[in-house]
T-cell receptor, first 113, second 115 residues
Framework: QKEVEQNSGPLSVPEGAIASLNCTYSDRGSQSFFWYRQYSGKSPELIMSIYSNGDKEDGRFTAQLNKASQYVSLLIRDSQPSDSATYLCAVGAGGTSYGKLTFGQGTILTVHP | SAVISQKPSRDICQRGTSLTIQCQVDSQVTMMFWYRQQPGQSLTLIATANQGSEATYESGFVIDKFPISRPNLTFSTLTVSNMSPEDSSIYLC????????????FGSGTRLTVV
């Protein structure tokens, strides 16, 4: 069974700090990796996607992928109270299962002023 | 990015009845996905809906309980049949837009409560 595990939360950081969210996955055939942000009562919003080993930066967000270690992370720099949400790691399968996402259980992030 | 309209946004239904959820996309997409998010939980894929073929269901989900239609490249429906309180969840449709944005976009969701 394909599994995606996220670091247990909740995670609380002060405003302006770096928030680090981690995720491991079990399926070595996984080909795409995503981070979603979900505010309470809202649907998930895509904030980062990554497909190759290494880092990918977009504004205050950096996604890191290490396929050998089956590990993906999200760094949020200069955290703001508006970043307070649940962050979901999602892993996409390849081959005939293309497009199917397996989600982690989510990490609740709170950024306090 | 694709705009996904999902209806209804919420509903309260009696057990034993059925509810059909609609998902409309503003552009043509090959695959549409239906997910369930139970209270306090993460998302679980129910099925993949491709136009012109039968939906493919994930383990634990069956067509009799969750029939899906996909009549064209911009529209799909998910029916939750013979509902019980355990079906109370948020149901979401998702697509991968053809806009060069790599990733899957979700509709606003349908919050279903079965009483």
């Amino acid at each position: 069974q394909k599994e995606v595990e996220q670091n247990s939360g909740p995670l609380s950081v002060p405003e302006g700090a770096i928030a680090s969210l981690n995720c491991t996955y079990s399926d070595r055939g996984s080909q795409s990796f995503f981070w979603y942000r979900q505010y309470s009562g809202k649907s998930p919003e895509l904030i980062m996607s990554i497909y190759s080993n290494g880092d990918k930066e977009d504004g205050r967000f950096t996604a890191q992928l290490n396929k050998a270690s089956q590990y993906v992370s999200l760094l949020i720099r200069d955290s703001q109270p508006s970043d307070s949400a649940t962050y979901l790691c999602a892993v996409g399968a390849g081959g005939t299962s293309y497009g199917k996402l397996t989600f982690g259980q989510g990490t609740i992030l709170t950024v306090h002023p | 990015s694709a705009v996904i309209s999902q209806k209804p946004s919420r509903d309260i239904c009696q057990r034993g009845t059925s509810l059909t959820i609609q998902c409309q996309v503003d552009s043509q997409v090959t695959m549409m996905f239906w997910y369930r998010q139970q209270p306090g939980q993460s998302l679980t894929l129910i099925a993949t809906a491709n136009q012109g073929s039968e939906a493919t269901y994930e383990s634990g989900f069956v067509i009799d309980k969750f029939p899906i239609s996909r009549p064209n490249l911009t529209f799909s429906t998910l029916t939750v049949s013979n509902m019980s309180p355990e079906d109370s969840s948020i149901y979401l449709c998702s697509v991968e837009p053809y806009t060069g944005v790599f990733g899957y976009t979700f509709g606003s969701g349908t919050r279903l409560t079965v009483v």
